[in-house]
């Protein structure tokens, strides 16, 4: 029996095939990591006697440092060796910050990053026994029947530590061979499978589906996503710490940006915002008044722009313009419409100033892809693959294709590519450097307009 669901994205009619578990999954816990790395790090400050106040920063930031360089992540092949240098490093590293508070470190340093690897060598052989006798499995499923998803379904039969419970395939056709897991649907199915059987991982293999749509369908969501490369058998650039791994088989996880990561950046976007809108509140009121004394024109302007989700919100500028008709379905505007000081505002971005007060309101980013205007976002929906990818993040006043030079009149593909890769590498690091960069390059955009 097929049940057949219409996706949002318009594709065709996704097939489940109605199957049962072969036994039922009980998910591993999130927390077990964390938990485990907490209570070390809380020995090591206890037995070094270090002041309570400064015991919890210390503890907060080496958990913080460690979500963010990916060791919270429980991994389906445990191995303590591929992690020892990330945990040593994130461990040692916030000790700095105690050497500045005058916090003896040398005798904390080697106590936590022992403790901590300690923590997890003792945690992992009990992780593998659960695993092994079903305390904790979670239900998976394998996005592609060829030999090599079947060399994944094999080994994660035989190899019961690695604590996944099979649900099936996802492709187009049965893979070959008896004693296979069944196919559970075509690839379109995903989301819905994820979402109705509580799917807690996701190996992608080499299905018989487009990239783009494979895309579509991974981002967002709601469970582990990891790939296997189709170069596999040969070496990668990265570490082994942040690689999975299944009997033998390199497995790449997605990045995925919880909660967490969205309270981070807007954490970010209100205190940087408010200090960059209060320190600049001087220069704003003065390029105001120049505005308005040289063109008799309010100084303000106002555009409807979108933001994430598709959501209108009204943008504040600087005018630099004079009063212009279709300015909302203009692509270009007229050169000859500059006011006097406006084409200075507008080569420099100065004009974008205001869009702090969009910032500290929380209808944009200090950093994220650049809002566009309502008409032209429901002309390039329609005619550019992937342009709705950017309104998976709120609007910024700077971005990563802006720092490339791709802003104003130049290509909106490009732009979209620059747009997706910040989104899907995104990290207050990253935010950080672009602000950097955008103010190091406040100059003419590339063909003096925009």
Same mark, same amino acid.
């Given at each position: 029996?097929?049940?057949?669901?219409?996706?949002?994205?318009?594709?065709? *009619?996704?097939?489940?095939? +109605?199957?049962?578990?072969?036994?039922?999954? $009980?998910?591993?816990?999130?927390?077990?990591?964390?938990?485990?790395?907490? &209570?070390?790090?809380?020995?090591?400050?206890? =037995?070094?006697?270090?002041?309570?106040?400064?015991?919890?920063?210390?503890?907060?930031?080496?958990?913080?440092?460690?979500?963010?360089?990916? #060791?919270?992540?429980?991994?389906?092949?445990?191995?303590?060796?591929?992690?020892?240098?990330?945990? =040593?490093?994130?461990?040692?590293?916030?000790?700095?910050?105690?050497?500045?508070?005058?916090?003896? =470190?040398?005798?904390?340093?080697? @106590?936590?990053?022992?403790?901590?690897?300690?923590?997890? /060598?003792?945690?992992?052989?009990?992780?593998?026994?659960?695993?092994?006798?079903? $305390?904790?499995?979670?239900? /998976?499923?394998?996005?592609?029947?060829?030999?090599?998803?079947? !060399?994944? &379904?094999?080994?994660?039969?035989?190899? *019961?530590?690695?604590?996944?419970?099979?649900?099936?395939?996802?492709?187009?056709?049965?893979?070959?061979?008896?004693? #296979?897991?069944?196919?559970?649907?075509?690839?379109?199915?995903?989301?819905?499978?994820?979402?109705?059987?509580?799917?807690?991982?996701?190996?992608?293999?080499?299905?018989?589906?487009?990239?783009?749509?494979?895309?579509?369908?991974?981002?967002?969501?709601?469970?582990?996503?990891? $790939?296997?490369?189709?170069?596999?058998?040969?070496?990668?650039?990265?570490?082994?710490?942040?690689?999975?791994?299944?009997?033998?088989?390199?497995?790449?996880?997605?990045? +995925?940006?919880?909660?967490?990561?969205?309270?981070?950046?807007?954490?970010?976007?209100?205190?940087? !915002?408010?200090?960059?809108?209060?320190?600049?509140?001087? &220069?704003?009121?003065?390029? !105001?008044?120049?505005?308005? @004394?040289?063109?008799?024109? *309010?100084?303000?302007?106002? #555009?409807?722009?979108?933001?994430?989700?598709?959501?209108?919100?009204?943008?504040?500028?600087?005018?630099?313009?004079?009063? #212009?008709?279709?300015?909302?379905?203009?692509?270009?505007?007229? %050169?000859?419409?500059?006011?006097?000081?406006?084409?200075?505002?507008?080569?420099?971005?100065?004009?974008?100033?205001? %869009?702090?007060?969009?910032?500290?309101?929380?209808?944009?980013?200090?950093?994220?892809? +650049?809002?566009?205007? *309502?008409?032209?976002?429901?002309?390039? !929906?329609?005619?550019?693959?992937?342009?709705?990818?950017?309104?998976?993040?709120?609007?910024?006043?700077?971005?990563?294709? %802006?720092?490339?030079?791709?802003?104003?009149?130049?290509?909106?593909?490009?732009?979209?590519?620059?747009?997706?890769?910040? =989104?899907?590498?995104?990290?207050?690091?990253?935010?950080?450097?672009?602000?950097?960069?955008?103010?190091?390059?406040?100059?003419?955009?590339?063909?003096?307009?925009?």
């Amino acid at each position: 029996m097929t049940l057949a669901i219409e996706l949002r994205t318009g594709s065709p *009619p996704a097939r489940i095939d +109605r199957v049962t578990p072969r036994r039922r999954a $009980v998910p591993g816990s999130a927390l077990i990591l964390p938990t485990v790395d907490g &209570a070390a790090l809380a020995i090591a400050v206890a =037995i070094a006697g270090v002041p309570w106040p400064v015991a919890a920063l210390y503890i907060a930031t080496t958990l913080i440092i460690l979500r963010y360089a990916g #060791q919270h992540r429980l991994r389906i092949c445990l191995r303590l060796g591929d992690e020892l240098p990330r945990l =040593i490093g994130s461990a040692v590293g916030p000790l700095l910050l105690l050497a500045l508070l005058h916090v003896p =470190i040398l005798p904390l340093a080697p @106590l936590a990053a022992g403790l901590l690897v300690a923590g997890r /060598a003792g945690c992992y052989p009990l992780l593998r026994t659960a695993r092994r006798r079903g $305390v904790v499995r979670e239900a /998976a499923v394998v996005v592609g029947a060829d030999p090599v998803g079947v !060399g994944v &379904a094999e080994a994660l039969d035989r190899h *019961p530590e690695l604590g996944l419970e099979l649900f099936g395939f996802l492709d187009a056709q049965a893979p070959s061979g008896r004693g #296979q897991p069944a196919l559970v649907g075509d690839v379109l199915a995903l989301p819905n499978v994820v979402a109705e059987f509580g799917i807690r991982r996701v190996i992608v293999c080499h299905p018989d589906a487009p990239d783009a749509l494979l895309v579509r369908l991974l981002r967002g969501l709601p469970a582990d996503v990891c $790939v296997v490369p189709r170069l596999h058998a040969v070496g990668m650039r990265a570490p082994l710490s942040l690689l999975d791994e299944i009997w033998g088989i390199p497995l790449v996880p997605l990045r +995925r940006t919880g909660r967490a990561g969205r309270v981070a950046k807007r954490a970010f976007d209100l205190v940087v !915002g408010s200090i960059l809108l209060v320190a600049l509140t001087p &220069a704003l009121l003065a390029l !105001g008044l120049a505005v308005r @004394l040289s063109s008799a024109m *309010p100084a303000l302007f106002r #555009q409807s722009r979108v933001t994430a989700a598709g959501r209108t919100i009204t943008v504040l500028k600087l005018r630099t313009l004079a009063v #212009q008709r279709n300015s909302d379905t203009r692509w270009v505007a007229d %050169q000859g419409s500059h006011l006097r000081f406006g084409a200075f505002l507008r080569a420099t971005h100065l004009d974008e100033l205001p %869009q702090l007060v969009n910032v500290v309101r929380g209808d944009m980013s200090l950093v994220g892809p +650049r809002p566009e205007r *309502p008409y032209f976002s429901e002309l390039f !929906g329609e005619r550019i693959p992937d342009y709705d990818g950017r309104y998976r993040m709120r609007a910024g006043m700077t971005g990563w294709a %802006q720092v490339h030079g791709i802003c104003g009149d130049t290509s909106i593909e490009e732009r979209i590519r620059f747009d997706n890769q910040y =989104i899907e590498y995104w990290s207050p690091w990253r935010d950080l450097v672009i602000l950097v960069r955008t103010l190091a390059t406040v100059r003419p955009e590339r063909g003096g307009r925009r």
